[in-house]
Nanobody, 121 residues
């Protein structure tokens, strides 16, 4: 069974940048790889997603223009470049894999354990 492991989280000042990585072990990346995030007291929300050939790339309105998702199938990795970070971006970020281009949590087939991103003002 494939496992997803995130890395790259940490503390950053508002306006700064951070890059998250997600690597699959024990298998290859799903057709649709994505990122979700969950802040305390809030529901887990979709952030970004990308299909296998990168033909389709989706972003949540809240981060559009600031974050960039990409994938390297040869490395079994997906990335989330986060620029212009805001305090409201503070959350645990989860890597996700699904067989369909789904932007809903219940459509995810495999989850990473998450990495914490904290943006200070």
């Amino acid at each position: 069974q494939v496992q997803l492991v995130e890395s790259g989280g940490g503390l950053v000042q508002a306006g700064g940048s951070l890059r998250l990585s997600c690597t699959a072990s024990g298998g290859t990346l799903n057709y649709y790889m994505g990122w979700f995030r969950q802040a305390p007291g809030k529901e887990r929300e979709f952030v970004a997603g990308i299909t296998k050939s990168s033909s389709y790339i989706d972003y949540a309105d809240a981060i559009k223009g600031r974050f960039t998702v990409s994938r390297d199938n040869a490395k079994n990795s997906v990335y989330l470049q986060m620029d212009g970070l805001k305090p409201e971006d503070t959350a645990v970020y989860y890597c996700s894999g699904s067989w369909r281009r789904s932007q809903f949590s219940n459509g995810v087939d495999v989850w990473g354990k998450g990495t914490l991103v904290t943006v200070s003002s």
